[in-house]
């Protein structure tokens, strides 16, 4: 499957942006979306996961109350919402996918995610 990233932006502290990854070549319904981020100076880091095949989701603590992940079959999409948006939370976020559902235990790890999209860029500042 490929994937491909809407862009990202530039966003105040407490406002809200969507990060589309839309996929070609397969369906996503059969595949975990893996979320993962890079913030400047840092290690990137899995902060979500979804399956739609049986509606999974898990978020680390940072984005949990303030992410959502989800998608759309028909259009073969994936979505990452952020609510609330932190200045910690600027990053460049990329989505990933592999076949199968996310698992508590290993949805963080890139190793487990064969597909990855561009990384886009989401700046959260004033």
């Known amino acids: 499957v490929q994937l491909q990233a809407s862009e990202g932006g530039l966003v105040q502290p407490g406002g809200s942006l969507r990060l589309t990854c839309a996929a070609s070549?397969?369906?996503?319904?059969?595949?975990?979306i893996g979320w993962f981020r890079q913030a400047p100076g840092k290690e990137r880091e899995g902060i979500a996961c979804?399956?739609?095949?049986?509606?999974?989701?898990y978020y680390v603590d940072s984005v949990k109350d303030r992410f959502t992940v989800s998608g759309d079959n028909d259009k073969n999409e994936a979505y990452l919402g952020m609510n609330n948006l932190k200045p910690e939370d600027t990053a460049i976020y990329y989505c990933?996918?592999?076949?199968?559902?996310?698992?508590?235990?290993?949805?963080?790890?890139?190793?487990?995610?064969?597909?990855w999209g561009q990384g886009t860029l989401v700046t959260v500042s004033s």
């Open positions: 979804f399956s739609s095949s049986d509606n999974n989701r």
């Open positions: 990933a996918s592999a076949v199968g559902w996310c698992d508590y235990s290993d949805y963080k790890l890139e190793r487990e995610y064969n597909s």
């Open positions: 070549g397969s369906k996503l319904h059969f595949h975990r």
